[in-house]
């Protein structure tokens, strides 16, 4: 079975290497693919990308965060073993055996994260997760000069190595899901919108997952009457994890956030989604998160306060590079946004 349209795009956009703080490649792509279906595609001076599609009121501003977690070189060491720091919140104890890219300046370089043989190990280290400062990547140099030699030096960033694969009927796997789901979002909004009153700004936002740092300056200069963040979210559809603790199931479509680790949403954004969704017929699940964040929780402390809300898509396995969706998940998400755009003016 061939993969769809979507998919093919997905897997660009999975493949482009861009770790908060180094989004080029990303942005590159999301311009390219956002061009054809907007008046407008720009940067800004920090690397937010910032398209517009039609003119006047309300201003709607999508925002979706172009970054992924990632690894940065920290240290080459005489036998030639790289030492690295990680970027974003990652879960430690799932570094070792991953294979990766170091991206130097002679272009990606393969490594893998190794580890002590099992053979070798005390039975108490069995018992204990592997710590950061005890990890390295070999990329198969013998010395310190092997590795520069490859390219690789003090400060390069790290990926995952991997591609999107289909997983059963209607799901994928593969990494950067978060939020390589949102820039996909993003651009099928902007293809699936005819016609609407108002701007509509579709901003991919640099260092989400350092600490919301892209969109406070993007969402000053745009100045929306209204802001929405498309991200994902947690599934908890799996064993292990209580639906007390983690309710969202893929498949049952997007999530409004009514509220996460900063904040909780604006009122007449919560009108506007929940309506507009029933109004569609397009299903939706309500989020109620004790921590986490997204570009909205940021916004509303932006100027004199901007109105703000997530409707995200779930993924289980979240920052893993395995994570899991159902694209049925990601075409109800576009849909309701088309919706929202085209409802905006009656609420903002
Ligand atoms: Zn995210």
């Known amino acids: 079975m061939g993969v769809s349209k979507m998919e093919e795009i997905l897997r660009k956009l999975v493949e482009a290497p861009s770790v908060s703080g180094f989004e080029e490649d990303i942005s590159k792509l999301l311009k390219k693919e956002l061009e054809p279906f907007v008046d407008e595609v720009k940067s800004d001076r920090i690397g937010n990308v910032i398209a517009r599609k039609g003119s006047g009121s309300p201003k709607i501003m999508i925002a979706a965060h172009m970054d992924e977690i990632g690894l940065i070189v920290k240290y ?29 300046s002679k272009g990606p370089v393969l490594g893998v994260i190794g580890y002590k043989p099992v053979h070798l190990q005390e039975s ?34 790290i990926t995952n190595h991997g591609t999107l694969e289909k997983l059963g009927k209607s799901r994928v796997t593969g990494h950067a899901f978060d939020n390589r789901m949102g ?34 300056g993007s969402s000053f200069s745009v100045n929306p009457d209204v802001m929405l963040a498309v991200d994902t979210t947690i599934a908890g559809d799996m064993p292990g994890l209580t639906e007390e603790e983690a309710p969202l199931k893929l498949g049952d479509g997007p999530s409004l956030e009514i509220k996460d680790g900063m904040g ?33 929780s940021i916004v509303p402390t932006v100027r004199e306060g901007i109105p703000a809300g ?22 109800n998400c576009v849909k309701l946004y088309v919706k929202l755009v085209e409802s905006a003016h009656q609420y903002f």
């Open 76 to 104: 080459i060491n005489k036998k030639g073993f790289v030492i690295f720091d990680k970027i974003g919140g990652w879960d430690e104890r799932i570094l070792p055996t991953k294979k990766v890219l170091i991206h130097g």
């Open 124 to 157: 108490d280290e069995q018992k204990k997760p592997v710590k950061l400062k005890e990890m390295f990547i070999d990329i198969g140099a013998s010395s310190e000069d092997d590795v520069k030699k490859a390219g690789v030096g003090i400060g390069d960033f």
């Open 183 to 216: 820039c996909l979002s993003m651009i099928e909004i902007a293809k699936g919108l005819k016609k609407f009153k108002g701007t509509l700004y579709l901003v991919g936002t640099v260092k989400e997952e350092i600490g919301l740092i892209g969109v406070r």
């Open 264 to 296: 909780v949403v604006h009122p007449r954004v919560k009108k506007w989604v929940t309506e507009t969704a029933k109004r569609g017929k397009i299903k939706i699940q309500l989020e109620v998160m004790s921590g986490g964040a997204t570009d909205a």
């Open 310 to 331: 997530a409707i995200t898509i779930p993924v289980r396995y979240i920052h893993a590079p395995v994570e899991v969706a159902d694209m049925r998940d990601v075409k």
